[in-house]
C-alpha cells in the first residue's frame, strides 16, 4: 500500500518577482500578498510617519536651521520603503507553501493599496508644505552660498525671522537671496559696504584655517566673517574701500512689516535693500548640493 502527503491545491509558493511588483505599487502590499498583512500595515504606517517628520526639526526649534533633521527624516523614509522591498522579496524566496487568506484577493489588494497611497501622498504633501528647493543663480550671496548650489527653504506664514537668517524674496517675479539686517523698529544706517544697526556696526573678523576648511573656502584678503547677534557668515568685503565712518550717514528705522536685506557679496552688491515682509518667501535652512562635496548640509550662518 502506497502513502504520501497530500497538498491542498490552494497551498501554493509566493513569487519574488510578484511580491516585489506589489510592493513597488504600495508599500507594504508585498507583505499583504505573502499574507503578513500586520507585517504590510507596520511598512505602510511607519513610511507615512517618517514623511510627516521631516519638518520636525522646524517645528521642534523653529528660530534654528532644520536641514540636518529633515535630511535625515527624508532618508529615514527613503531606507523604509527600501527594506519594505527587500523584505517582501526576501519572504517571498523563504516560503515553500502558502494557504491564501480571506484578504489574499485583488479586491483586497486594491483598497490597501489605494489606502496607503492615499496616507503616503497626503504625508508627503504635508511635508512639503513646509518646505522647497531653490537654486542660488547670483553671487549676491557669496562665499555663503555660490553660484548654481541648491539650497533647502523653509516656508510657512509661522517662520521665526530673526537677524542674520538668509531668506528668499520676491524679486520682479524672480526669487532673491538676501540675509536680515534689520527688523521693524530697528535703527539703521549704511556707510561703504558697512551696516550699523542700532547704533552700532556689526562686528568683521577674520577666519582661522580650521574655520574655513570647515566651509571648504580658500584664504583670500577680502574674505571676513560677520557677527550678527549669535549668528556668524562668511562675506567678501574690500575694507580699503569700504572702511566705514558715520560722517553723512542717514539713520533710519525700519517701519512695520518691512526688512532690511543685505548681501555677502559687498564687493559686487554693497548696498542694503528695504522690503515688504510680505516679499519674503522662505527662509534657508542649509545647503542640499554643494558646488563641492564638503559644502553639501552646511547651514547659511554658524555660531561665533
Known amino acids: ?33 505573502l499574507g503578513r498583512l500586520s507585517r504590510g500595515i507596520l511598512f505602510s504606517l511607519s513610511s507615512c510617519l517618517a514623511a ?24 529615514l523614509y ?21 494557504s491564501p487568506g480571506k484578504y489574499n484577493h485583488p479586491r483586497a489588494y486594491l483598497v490597501f493599496a489605494l489606502c496607503t497611497l492615499l496616507l503616503q501622498a497626503l504625508a508627503l504633501l504635508i511635508a512639503a508644505s513646509f518646505y522647497s528647493v531653490a537654486i542660488v543663480r547670483t553671487d549676491a550671496m557669496e562665499p555663503s552660498l555660490f553660484r548654481g548650489e541648491a539650497v533647502l527653504v523653509a516656508r510657512g506664514p509661522d517662520i521665526h525671522w530673526k537677524g542674520g537668517d538668509v531668506v528668499v524674496y520676491e524679486d520682479g517675479g524672480l526669487p532673491g537671496l ?11 544706517f549704511e ?26 573656502l580658500p584664504a583670500t584678503e577680502d574674505l571676513y566673517y560677520e557677527i550678527h547677534g549669535d549668528r556668524r557668515y562668511a562675506l ?12 553723512g550717514a542717514a539713520v533710519k528705522t525700519v517701519e512695520k512689516e518691512t526688512v532690511v536685506l543685505y548681501f555677502d557679496n559687498r564687493i559686487t552688491r554693497d548696498a542694503p535693500i528695504f522690503k515688504p515682509r510680505s516679499f519674503l518667501r522662505g527662509r534657508v535652512e542649509g545647503i542640499l548640493y554643494g558646488k563641492s562635496l564638503r559644502r553639501t548640509l552646511l547651514p547659511p550662518w554658524d555660531t561665533p
Open 78 to 98: 527613503i531606507a523604509i520603503i527600501a527594506v519594505c522591498h527587500l523584505d517582501a522579496v526576501l519572504g517571498a524566496r523563504a516560503i515553500r507553501s502558502f
Open 236 to 247: 567678501r568685503i574690500n575694507l580699503e574701500k569700504n572702511n566705514p565712518n558715520h560722517s
Open 178 to 188: 538676501g540675509r536680515v539686517a534689520a527688523l521693524p523698529g530697528d535703527s539703521v
Open 52 to 75: 510627516l517628520l521631516i519638518p520636525f526639526g522646524l517645528l521642534v526649534r523653529p528660530d534654528r536651521p532644520s536641514l540636518i533633521i529633515a535630511v535625515f527624516m527624508a532618508f
Open 1 to 33: 500500500m502506497r502513502t504520501g502527503l497530500i497538498i491542498s491545491g490552494a497551498s501554493r509558493q509566493r513569487s519574488p518577482v510578484r511580491a516585489l511588483l506589489a510592493s513597488l505599487g504600495a508599500p507594504g502590499l508585498g507583505q499583504m500578498y
Open 191 to 216: 556707510s561703504r559696504g558697512r551696516l550699523a544697526v542700532n547704533g552700532a556696526f556689526l562686528s568683521l573678523g577674520v577666519f582661522l584655517d580650521r574655520d574655513l576648511d570647515c566651509l571648504a
